[in-house]
């Protein structure tokens, strides 16, 4: 099938373009890249006004199946992936059964194969279990096409067993993707320790919890020359730490979340909003303040959701209850295009470094660039579309949104996986 793209602002700092002009594409791939093109036949959209990017990819994603398809599943998730903009996720493994193993992996290949609506890269476990004790297969898992490594929403404990992960990890060459949570100082902390922990009579979740891991891991990084990947970092101090291993010459990358970026400890107040409560926890307006400066100086490597869907039921109990979480594929995109592009604090390029260059690089994953011979994996934004967070508009089966009524401006409209469309003009195309 033959798709032209025409009239568009293509932007993509891999090849140095940001121009309006059109793409032809042919069999799933780009054909050509330029101005007045022309075909036989085929589709022909013209996409005066938008912005055509390579396509965004989510490197950190809960898509709950196996075993908890009642908050989301692989055909809802990557619906939502695509309404949001996303031409592919990383599954996280803390699904039940955990994938620890192949056949975890190969059976998520298969449903989303089945089923998806954006491509599916699968991360299998860093042990057993999620325990932090035994080594997963994690050889049989490479060899099944896992792209990384991580015990998600689990930090490894023991010292001594990260280093086994990343002696394994590296002869296979695959990235650990670490959560970094020391339990000991954690323990049941809910919120951020502070002013608002001990003005909410909650406990507090200090910030070196995650710091004092994000300093281990790093040292074992160091040891082992394993690629380290941080995940959700929330403090400026974590980023300092990654900023330093940086300047050292580490292979060490970090992400960030939309919520960690535009929400603080402050929006927690006497409502409770279960919404609120995720893992790490929101930390304070300094924080998020240190973590867009990093995202515009270049110490952040990637925009991830960390979309972690959970049932109305589940979410609608007292705070300390609920389980930890919010979505984020539906939001991602337009929160960093009203907070920060919109702004003039990043740029389009820079956008798509962080949201489709780097996720793939770390990932191990095929580049995909707006230049002949690429796969056309493509997200075409519309800059001026202006919409309400609600409930109504999204295609997860959970609402655990703290972005709920909240105006922003910047969509995507169309999305492309190998050349096909599977969003167009705002809907899923089934």
């Not at 507090?204 to 790093?218: C, K």
């Not at 974590?238 to 970090?254: F, H, I, W």
């Not at 300390?320 to 592009?341: D, R, W």
Request: proline content about 4%; aromatic content about 4%; charged content about 25%.
């Amino acid at each position: 099938m033959a798709l032209m793209l025409k009239n568009a602002r293509l932007v993509d700092p891999q090849v140095g373009l940001d121009e309006v002009a059109d793409i032809l594409i042919r069999d799933g791939r780009i054909v050509e890249v330029g101005h007045g093109l022309s075909m036989e036949k085929g589709i022909e959209r013209d996409l005066s006004g938008k912005v055509v990017v390579p396509g965004l990819v989510d490197m950190h994603v809960h898509l709950r199946e196996p075993g908890q398809e009642q908050k989301e599943d692989i055909a809802s998730g990557t619906r939502a992936a695509a309404h949001g903009g996303f031409t592919a996720v990383c599954a996280m493994p803390n699904t039940s059964p955990v994938i620890d193993n192949a056949l975890g992996v190969e059976y998520v290949k298969a449903r989303a194969e089945q089923v998806g609506k954006c491509r599916v890269l699968v991360a299998g476990a860093c042990s057993q279990g999620l325990k932090g004790e035994v080594l997963a297969e994690m050889g049989d898992m490479a060899a099944h096409g896992a792209v990384a490594f991580t015990d998600d929403g689990h930090g490894i404990q023991d010292a001594g067993m990260m280093r086994r992960v990343m002696d394994y990890a590296v002869q296979f060459g695959r990235t650990v993707m670490v959560h970094c949570q020391d339990d000991s100082l954690v323990g049941e902390g809910q919120v951020n320790e502070g002013v608002v922990s001990t003005r909410l009579g909650m406990l507090g979740w200090p910030a070196e919890g995650e710091e004092l891991e994000i300093a281990r891991d790093i040292a074992l990084c160091r040891l082992t020359g394993c690629p380290l990947h941080i995940q959700h970092v929330t403090t400026a101090r974590g980023l300092d730490l990654v900023r330093a291993a940086k300047a050292e010459g580490l292979p060490v990358t970090c992400e960030v979340t939309p919520h960690h970026l535009f929400l603080t400890e402050d929006d927690i107040d006497e409502a409770y909003d279960t919404a609120l409560k995720v893992n790490p926890p929101l930390r304070t307006a300094a924080d998020a303040a240190a973590l867009a400066a990093g995202v515009a100086d270049g110490t952040v490597d990637a925009l991830a959701t960390d979309h972690a869907p959970h049932t109305d039921w589940e979410k609608d109990r007292e705070f300390e209850l609920a389980p930890f979480g919010m979505t984020g594929l539906e939001t991602a995109l337009s929160l960093v295009l009203t907070h920060l592009v919109g702004p003039g604090t990043i740029g389009y390029d820079r956008l798509v470094e962080l949201m489709a260059v780097a996720p793939r690089a770390i990932l191990g994953a095929e580049p995909v660039k707006l230049e002949a011979g690429s796969v056309a994996d493509l997200t075409v934004i519309d800059p001026a579309e202006r919409w309400t967070v609600s409930r109504e508009g999204f295609c997860s089966k959970a609402g655990n949104s703290g972005f709920m009524g909240v105006e922003l401006t910047g969509r995507a409209t169309d999305v492309y996986v190998g050349g096909y469309a599977t969003m167009e003009e705002g809907s899923i195309v089934e």
